[in-house]
């Protein structure tokens, strides 16, 4: 319990972090604030979890509505919290915890602004590699190749299907998965982004068509089910 209860206080800090990296703001400011009155909020505002529910998603003076993505990801980060600190090992759930945030931060980034931010992909997935290679986690060489396959057929066939930052995403996490991962990975991802692809057409009305729905949640998913489970 007092894992989750951690985690979720680091979660609403991984979304500010994630709105405002890729527009190149500051994000360590001395006290947290409205973001559309810019009154300083009080301790119990900032309750994670307990505060959206008790505020009803709203400010209190302005009433601006909250994003639900908070809650939503100080849910997630405090359930990420408690997988990494249930690992075997000190080196486990080091890495666990490590990817996972980095995930995490990727996917808030691309549902905020439908990209994978560079600024913290490369430096994150670079040190990622690295720690993987440092504490010899298995490379699986048949998975490098399978993605290979798999990224040329879509690459050939389905253009546009999945945009290049998710296939470099893959890219970096394919080696460490074994072949049964990653294609179970592909496929919760694919499964569940097109179950919420075809639940938003059926319930919203006329033109959200050519709607563009991130990709990084529904890999993020895959990645969980498929290796951390
Ligand atoms: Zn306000």
Same mark, same amino acid.
């Given at each position: 319990?007092?894992?989750?209860?951690?985690?979720?206080?680091?979660?609403?800090?991984?979304?500010?972090?994630? !709105?405002?990296?890729?527009?190149?703001?500051?994000?360590?400011?001395?006290?947290?604030?409205?973001?559309?009155?810019?009154?300083?909020?009080?301790?119990?505002?900032?309750?994670? @979890?307990?505060?959206?529910?008790?505020?009803?998603?709203?400010?209190?003076?302005?009433?601006?509505?909250?994003?639900?993505?908070?809650?939503?990801?100080?849910?997630?980060?405090?359930?990420?919290?408690?997988?990494?600190?249930?690992?075997?090992?000190?080196?486990?759930?080091?890495?666990?915890? +490590?990817?996972?945030?980095?995930?995490?931060?990727?996917?808030?980034?691309?549902?905020?602004?439908?990209?994978?931010?560079? =600024?913290?992909?490369?430096?994150?997935?670079?040190?990622?590699?690295?720690?993987?290679?440092?504490?010899?986690?298995?490379? +699986?060489? !048949?998975?490098?190749?399978? +993605?290979?396959?798999?990224?040329?057929?879509?690459?050939?066939?389905?253009? !546009?299907?999945?945009?290049?930052?998710?296939?470099?995403?893959?890219?970096?996490?394919?080696?460490?998965?074994?072949?049964?991962?990653?294609?179970?990975?592909?496929?919760?991802?694919?499964?569940?982004?097109?179950?919420?692809?075809?639940? @938003?057409?059926?319930?919203?009305?006329? =033109?959200?068509?050519?709607?563009?729905?991130?990709?990084?949640?529904?890999?993020?998913?895959?990645?969980?089910?498929?290796?951390?489970?």
């Amino acid at each position: 319990m007092i894992y989750f209860i951690l985690g979720s206080c680091f979660g609403s800090f991984l979304c500010v972090v994630a !709105e405002r990296v890729p527009i190149s703001q500051p994000f360590i400011i001395a006290r947290s604030r409205c973001v559309n009155c810019k009154r300083v909020l009080s301790f119990w505002e900032m309750i994670p @979890i307990l505060s959206s529910l008790l505020l009803k998603f709203q400010c209190r003076t302005c009433h601006k509505r909250i994003s639900v993505t908070y809650f939503i990801t100080e849910i997630l980060y405090g359930l990420i919290f408690l997988l990494s600190f249930k690992q075997q090992t000190t080196i486990d759930c080091f890495i666990t915890l +490590y990817w996972l945030t980095v995930v995490l931060l990727l996917t808030l980034t691309d549902i905020y602004y439908l990209v994978i931010e560079p =600024k913290i992909f490369y430096p994150s997935h670079l040190t990622l590699i690295a720690f993987l290679f440092y504490f010899n986690f298995p490379f +699986y060489w !048949e998975s490098l190749v399978l +993605y290979l396959i798999i990224c040329s057929i879509i690459l050939l066939f389905l253009n !546009e299907a999945l945009g290049m930052g998710d296939l470099l995403l893959l890219l970096f996490w394919a080696p460490w998965l074994s072949p049964h991962e990653l294609i179970q990975l592909l496929f919760i991802a694919s499964l569940t982004a097109l179950l919420t692809y075809a639940i @938003i057409f059926l319930t919203t009305s006329k =033109k959200v068509r050519t709607l563009q729905l991130p990709f990084v949640p529904f890999l993020n998913l895959g990645l969980i089910v498929a290796h951390f489970l």
